[in-house]
């Protein structure tokens, strides 16, 4: 169901169906992950050790953080950034789920499919979410700076966060972290896609079907999987994003410990590389990998269900 295929003409669905259930699936998906997310990006912005032997970091580890962040922030604090980041996912799950159904479909009208099936999605689900990415990327640096944000917050809304940003740093800053972001997001989404499908097969070669699965599970566990290898490969240059996105933004993490300024995408892995090591490239991993394997997880399943959902309302319909 995820992509092009014409041997399922009888399930296919419209382009409209297709972008509708990828909006409604990063709906869905974003409102479940948000509190890791936000954990994630506290991890990745800290420039100390994320470990109690070091006595000026804030946060040690996802359970500590997150009594933390309850403690001094309470609760809602996890959904802090939500409504940008709810625009970023229903917006990118359009853009990129239709994107890739059009790709994939080039490809095969090109006849080139069968003999390279799994480059075919690399790259068709690379081109998908770099075209989705320039498409919200300007609302992705507000949800950062919305997660980032301590107490008492800088922005009060959206409209003021927009307003400000805009008057004190120009338009360019909602386009910061914009070049590691693309260069992260082609290997990262073209490795969901393609792993994907091969752990599909893999998963229908080891556990056959019977007749009376719906395939749900399946969706799930390999979507999950997906999201795993992605997200390990390429985290270095989603930690260097995050922390291009808060340039010009420090006084709000005084608060939080050491804050950095970065002239750009080298001279931010030069400093990482020289003050935090080879692990600083993968502070956050762990609440990030957990995210990565439910977001990715449940992108997939509920995009498939909705689109499943879709087919059947059109079925019962005629």
């Known amino acids: 169901m995820v992509g092009y295929d014409p041997k399922a003409d009888d399930r296919s669905n419209s382009k409209f169906e297709v972008a509708m259930a990828g909006s409604m699936s990063g709906l869905v998906t974003r409102l ?39 403690q001094e922030e309470g609760p809602t604090a996890f959904w802090k950034g939500h409504i940008p980041a709810q625009l970023l996912s229903i917006g990118y799950g359009a853009v990129q789920f239709l994107s890739f159904e059009l790709l994939t479909e080039l490809v095969h009208r090109a006849n080139m499919y069968e003999t390279h099936e799994f480059s075919a999605h690399f790259v068709c689900g690379g081109l998908s979410a770099c075209t989705a990415t320039l498409a919200v990327h300007p609302v992705d640096v507000l949800r950062t700076r919305f997660a980032a944000q301590g107490e008492p917050r800088v922005y009060k809304t959206l ?51 019977d007749g009376k699965q719906t395939g749900n599970l399946k969706n799930l566990l390999c979507g999950s999987g997906a999201g795993i290898i992605s997200k390990t490969l390429t985290y270095p240059l ?81």
């Open 238 to 318: 989603d930690l260097i994003k995050k922390r291009l996105q808060v340039g010009g933004f420090e006084h709000a993490r005084a608060g939080f410990g050491q804050v950095r300024s970065y002239r750009g995408l080298l001279d931010c892995t030069k400093q990482v590389l020289q003050e935090e090591g080879i692990q600083g490239f993968f502070k956050g991993l762990s609440p990030s990998l957990l995210k990565a394997a439910l977001s990715t997880g449940f992108v997939f399943f509920w995009y498939e269900l909705f689109c499943n959902l879709f087919h059947c309302m059109k079925k019962a319909d005629s």
């Open 159 to 209: 409209q003021d966060a927009v307003v400000t940003m805009y008057r004190t740093e120009g338009p360019l800053v909602f386009y910061k972290g914009l070049a590691p972001t693309l260069i992260a997001i082609f290997p990262y989404a073209g490795l969901q896609f393609s792993c994907y499908k091969s752990l599909k097969r893999a998963y229908d070669w080891a556990i056959p079907a």
């Open 32 to 70: 479940l992950i948000s509190p890791l997310d936000v954990i994630k990006i506290r991890f990745q912005l800290q420039i100390e050790r994320l470990s109690h032997s070091d006595p000026k970091a804030k946060y040690h580890g996802i359970l500590q953080a997150a009594k933390q962040i309850l």
